[in-house]
């Protein structure tokens, strides 16, 4: 029987509805919010996988274009590869459920969230972490939630709980927290250059909120809830546990604080081999048992070096960053390329830069009008990187994620459209790792931005902290490593400028986190990045004054949009001819944006004027070099831009006297003019010896410099004229200077 449930949170009211839709699922929920619809939806294999050492928990997120009223792009007119947007989503969700299953469960579980409907005003990405929250606890799927999830913004100095579509792009801060009574288990972050004690706040309003959540999920649990299945642990085989207790312990103790990763990986396999082989007859197929008793053994040997040693796996003091090196300009032919290492994390990030309009990203999902991106930062993870040996696939959900963190950390400082008129797209290939490849995709993309030109306006670094606690003991790392994630109980990756923080993202499986400890984290993560700024200062500290050589010059102009046609010409024959005649790349916008690529400079500014040319009007008093067209026997017409003329009268060629049309142009001269005058008929009389005068002048000028000497070589010529003798010629001057009527029939005026 169907059943719906309500909250007023926000000023909106959330509903959750179960017993209508997926009724075969272990459960479901539909939830609603505004108009914005999600079906959640969970269930859990009836037996354990064999052989596995995690948990497979599956987390899909499908976004339906009708939920948009909107039709997939493309010839296949149907739903593919998930959207980056929705891939992003499922991983919050994923990482706001995972830490709350049984460590020891082995049963897949599923967990599928389906937009069906969007209102353009309700997101319904935060729907769905909720929504599956609560299919999850009123499932008979064992699992230690609720969780609640809001969204954060800040729009002049005012929070705002789950801001709408409309709201979000005004706010300086969006935060997206995940949590439960105990504390936060997810946050994902981005802002613009955000103080610490701000995201504290944040975080502190946003538990709140999620207490509120929490509480409602839990009274709809008591209500229509199913009894949890019990999912009995691992039994032990205690005869293997003794002897490496009572053998190892100290053996796998000292393998832990080898500090080179391949090194102490080699120690541990070694000692896991020995275990493995040791029980071979007694334990034949106990190799899984082994590998997840090895891994027990070294959490606690981690754990215990922190909190009970104070000292960390390579030796480091807990705020002691690894060494650093940073390096630019590493690759000869690319627009702008760092290489960033950390410890055993490298990251070789490149910059490419390309044209508006034809090289940005276009977005295709759900939001109508959607914007395209002019920023784009792509994160690969090839194997060699931890040296493996995997097929090379196209990019899986953690290399989405990582790049979505580091291009989130970069976008605040990105230069405006009308500043620095490029797409840029940034590549982070990571070469090795050992912890926080994002944050090194963040420096790395830093620094090679700066290397290709691109004007950001600060610099900005990332630091990944984490946190070992037990009791009433912790310990909070400064530049995890591997092998510290892993153990850990926290991953708390903060990216930002010498200012404030632009990125923020946190998993957490230690329940719940302090006011205190939050303080403590943030603090030592700006002390460490101020670190790195500095380190990554010693190689470039602001961005080349210079494009690189290798970049493509893009000039934009804005024009009036009535004069696209203009440029497009008909069936697009003049934008074709200007490609073709300068090489240049040109994009035109409906709001009369002309964006220009080219690789010389020269071809640009030689697409430029004539696009300028186009779409230029006539003003009297304009100087202008013109092309002479066509002569008639009173003076010779004159293009001053491409398919507007002028008339050059013969009487204001020269101060000298010109006996003859033909003995002072030909067809295809150059001639520097002026606009005398446009007449109320939109005709153009033009005049050169009024600026005979000026050549001096005009000589300095790149425009008319070329043009000066052939205008003094023509005027010395036409010095050598014969004078003339008595007046000038009768029909000397143009018809609408003499007020002669244009020629024709005459009307019947009757008889005389």
């Known amino acids: 029987m169907a059943e719906t449930f309500s909250l007023e949170l926000g000023g909106k009211t959330l509903s959750f509805e179960t017993g209508r839709m997926a009724k075969q699922a272990n459960a479901s929920i539909l939830a609603q919010w505004g108009e914005t619809v999600v079906l959640v939806t969970s269930v859990m294999s009836d037996k354990p996988r064999e052989g596995l050492d995690f948990f497979p928990l599956l987390v899909d997120y499908e976004e339906r274009y009708y939920s948009a009223g909107k039709i997939p792009g493309g010839f296949i007119k149907r739903e593919g590869r998930p959207a980056e947007s929705a891939i992003l989503t499922a991983r919050v969700i994923d990482r706001s459920i995972r830490s709350l299953f049984p460590e020891h469960m082995r049963n897949d579980v599923h967990v599928v969230g389906t937009v069906l409907s969007v209102d353009q005003l309700n997101m319904p990405g935060i729907l769905a972490v909720n929504a599956a929250s609560a299919a999850l606890a009123i499932s008979d799927i064992p699992w230690n939630g609720p969780i609640g999830a809001v969204r954060i913004g800040y729009v002049n100095g005012e929070f705002i709980v789950n801001p709408t579509e409309k709201e979000l792009p005004e706010s300086s801060l969006d935060i997206i927290v995940a949590g439960h009574r105990g504390g936060i288990t997810m946050v994902e972050a981005g802002a613009n250059e955000a103080s610490e004690a701000l995201l504290i706040d944040a975080l502190e309003l946003a538990q709140k909120e999620i207490n509120k959540i929490v509480d409602f999920i839990e009274e709809m649990r008591s209500k229509v809830g199913r009894k949890k299945i019990e999912i009995a642990p691992p ?68 754990r215990r070096l922190i909190l009970d040693d104070g000292r960390r796996a390579d030796g480091r003091e807990m705020n002691q960053l690894r060494p650093i090196t940073c390096e630019v300009g590493v ?64 990019p899986g959900r953690r290399e989405i994620g990582h790049g979505a963190l580091a291009e989130r950390a970069l976008r605040p400082m990105m230069p405006s459209e009308e500043e620095f008129p490029y797409v840029v797209r940034v590549v982070s290939d990571i070469l090795e790792s050992n912890g926080s490849s994002s944050m090194a995709s963040v420096c790395g993309g830093s620094l090679s931005m700066m290397d290709a030109g691109v004007p950001i306006k600060k610099p900005v670094a990332g630091i990944a902290m984490g946190l070992i606690a037990d009791g009433g003991k912790f310990g909070i790392l400064t530049d995890i490593q591997g092998l510290e994630d892993h153990y850990g109980d926290m991953d708390f990756k903060v990216a930002g400028t010498k200012d404030g923080v632009t990125a923020l993202q946190m998993d957490n499986k230690a329940g719940g986190i302090t006011r205190a400890i939050l303080e403590q984290a943030l603090a030592q993560a700006r002390e460490g990045r101020m670190k790195i700024l500095e380190n990554m200062g010693s190689a470039i500290s602001s961005a080349r004054p210079e494009l690189s050589p290798n970049a493509p010059r893009i000039i934009t102009l804005s024009v009036d949009p009535e004069k696209i046609r203009e440029i497009i010409g008909p069936g697009g024959k003049t934008i074709r001819s200007i490609v073709a005649q300068t090489k240049a790349k040109i994009d035109v916008e409906d709001d009369g944006r002309v964006f220009i690529s080219a690789m010389e400079s020269e071809a640009a500014d030689m697409a430029r004027k ?142 005389r």
Not at 353 to 373: A, H, I, N, R, Y
């Open 235 to 302: 039994a032990h085989i205690e005869e293997i546990d003794e002897w490496v207790v009572n053998t190892l312990s100290n053996e796998i103790y000292e393998a832990i604080q080898i500090h080179e990763k391949q090194k102490r990986a080699a120690a541990l396999a070694a000692i896991s081999e020995r275990i493995v082989e040791r029980f071979a007859e007694s334990h034949p197929d106990s190799g899984g048992y082994i590998a997840g008793l090895m891994d027990e053994m070294t959490k606690k040997g981690v």
């Open 331 to 394: 690759l000869p032919r690319t627009h702008g390329s760092a290489l960033f290492t950390r410890g055993e994390t490298q990251s070789l990030a490149v910059t490419t830069l390309g044209m508006v309009g034809t090289d940005d990203q276009m977005l295709d999902g759900l939001k109508w009008d959607e914007p395209s991106k002019r920023f784009i930062l792509h994160y690969n993870f090839p194997p060699y990187s931890v040296g493996e040996v995997r097929p090379m696939r196209s």
């Open 610 to 751: 004539i696009i300028s040319d186009l779409t230029r009007d006539i003003k009297a008093g304009e100087i202008y070099v013109g092309k002479v067209t066509r002569m008639i026997n009173f003076g010779v017409f004159v293009e001053l831009l491409p398919g507007k003329e002028g008339l050059l009268h013969v009487s204001e060629i020269s101060t000298n006297h010109i006996p003859r049309i033909e003995d002072a142009f030909e067809v295809g001269d150059g001639v520097l003019v002026i606009v005398k005058e446009i007449d109320d008929m939109n005709r153009v009389n033009l005049s050169r010896k009024r600026v005979l005068d000026r050549m001096e002048e005009l000589s300095s000028d790149p425009t008319f410099a070329e043009q000066i000497p052939l205008e003094r070589e023509r005027e010395e010529r036409y010095s050598k004229f014969p004078k003339s003798e008595g007046n000038p010629r009768r029909d000397s001057r143009p018809p609408h200077e003499r007020g002669d009527r244009p020629r024709g029939p005459r009307p019947d005026r009757g008889r």
